[in-house]
């Protein structure tokens, strides 16, 4: 039996049972609301047919929820670092079901823009990557942090999987509306996490703190050190170019896919077969971690992604072909956060987690709002996607050379006042 003053990593430690509840709970929450989010792509053809605003019109309420789940983040983090985690993913998952559910009553682009853009991605980003991330990493070992955020990762793979099939099918059966509002009520399922994932890291870390001898740093002084340090811009430019491939492919391939004169169910299924073995990718990664250099993991990634559009690009446009893409963006498209995860807490610790990687999340959705709004104004304009595909060529490629100067190693703290 522990102590009161006994930290909750050491507990849980003993405790291998109450460890992989919490993992599964991260897991099935991060499921859930990604899971909703990365198929919203399925409705926007319907949502244009039904309000007549047009492409890109609606692209702007998708881009601007790619933009508002990332700036939500750093704010989340640091509300969890300080009040606990449950609270925020409660209200997290509550926003994300009632902007689900109402948005098939929106008529106008400021109406799309307030359920997709501000509820749903604003409750997505409470009870997202940055705050359930951080919510395991103070429950596990060092040494098996990569392996956790591999866990939580996949669970967001695993809805994408999931939920697009579940999706594809209420729309036949009830209509796009009907099927929207189902998803909404689905969300719901994530609420029993809220529970398993109370707790806050300040406690914990202020703890540690004490025992070495160092100062606990304050948010303002842990954003100021974080921004001062190149390698944290290194890797919130390179997270950029991840928004950007990851947010063009979850809005538009289906888009592409239909442009391409194939079946609509092709696009569902390339959906699903990015979630499927972005579950593989997020696993494998997540178990590199720790045995690789994590800034060479990501240059690798990035540099996977750039080469595998560009084959797609000069590759005949057939379902076999547009699956097996789908498969090769499915192992690079979210395996990035695990190293990316690990690199803040190896370089910042686990202290005010939640918040700095809430901040790299808000670079990597920057970009999420330029893949999603370019790749409607640019089909728009010329009635082709090949122009963003080039641009995603050219910023994989340099997200992979920007890694490299990355360093791995903890940052000093300062010793504690005597």
């Not at 606990?216 to 842990?222: D, F, K, P, Q, S």
């Amino acid at each position: 039996m522990t102590n009161n003053l006994t930290p909750p990593s050491v507990a849980r430690t003993a405790a291998p049972l109450a460890l992989w509840l919490a993992l599964l709970a991260a897991a099935g929450a991060f499921a859930l609301t990604m899971g909703t989010r990365q198929t919203m792509g399925l409705f926007l053809s319907a949502l244009n047919t039904s309000t007549g605003l047009g492409i890109g019109s609606i692209s702007l309420a998708f881009a601007f929820g790619q933009l508002w789940w990332g700036l939500t983040q750093p704010f989340a983090g640091a509300v969890a670092d300080r009040i606990g985690a449950g609270r925020v993913i409660l209200l997290g998952v509550a926003l994300v079901a009632l902007g689900t559910f109402i948005t098939p009553y929106m008529t106008s682009t400021a109406g799309l823009i307030f359920a997709i853009g501000v509820l749903a991605a604003g409750g997505a980003g409470m009870a997202g990557p940055s705050v359930l991330m951080a919510a395991t990493a103070r429950l596990v070992p060092v040494s098996q942090r990569g392996l956790a955020s591999g866990v939580v990762n996949a669970g967001g793979s695993f809805g994408q999987f999931v939920m697009a099939p579940i999706a594809i099918s209420l729309i036949a059966a009830v209509g796009w509306a009907g099927a929207m509002q189902w998803l909404g009520v689905l969300v719901l399922l994530a609420l029993p996490a809220a529970w398993v994932l109370k707790g806050n890291s300040n406690a914990l870390a202020a703890q540690a703190a004490a025992a070495s001898g160092q100062k606990a740093l304050t948010a303002r002084e842990a954003i100021a050190q974080a921004l001062a340090t190149p390698s944290y811009r290194y890797l919130a430019l390179g997270f950029l170019v991840c928004g950007f491939h990851v947010a063009f492919l979850a809005t538009h391939l289906p888009g592409v896919i239909a442009a391409c004169g194939l079946a609509p169910e092709v696009g569902g299924w390339a959906l699903a077969v990015i979630g499927l073995f972005n579950i593989v990718g997020s696993l494998t990664m997540g178990w590199a971690v720790g045995r690789w250099r994590m800034k060479s993991l990501l240059s690798l990634l990035y540099a996977t992604r750039g080469v595998a559009v560009l084959v797609f690009l000069l590759a005949p446009k057939t379902p076999a072909v547009v699956l097996v893409f789908a498969a090769v963006m499915g192992v690079t498209f979210l395996s990035t956060v695990p190293p990316t995860a690990g690199l803040v807490a190896k370089m910042f610790g686990t202290a005010n987690m939640a918040m700095l990687f809430g901040v790299v999340m808000l670079s990597h959705q920057v970009g999420g709002f330029l893949g999603a709004y370019l790749g409607g104004s640019v089909f728009q304009a010329t009635g082709s996607y090949d122009w963003v595909w080039y641009i995603d060529i050219v910023l994989a490629l340099g997200a992979a050379l920007v890694h490299l100067p990355i360093r791995e190693a903890p940052l000093a703290r300062p010793a504690a006042a005597a």
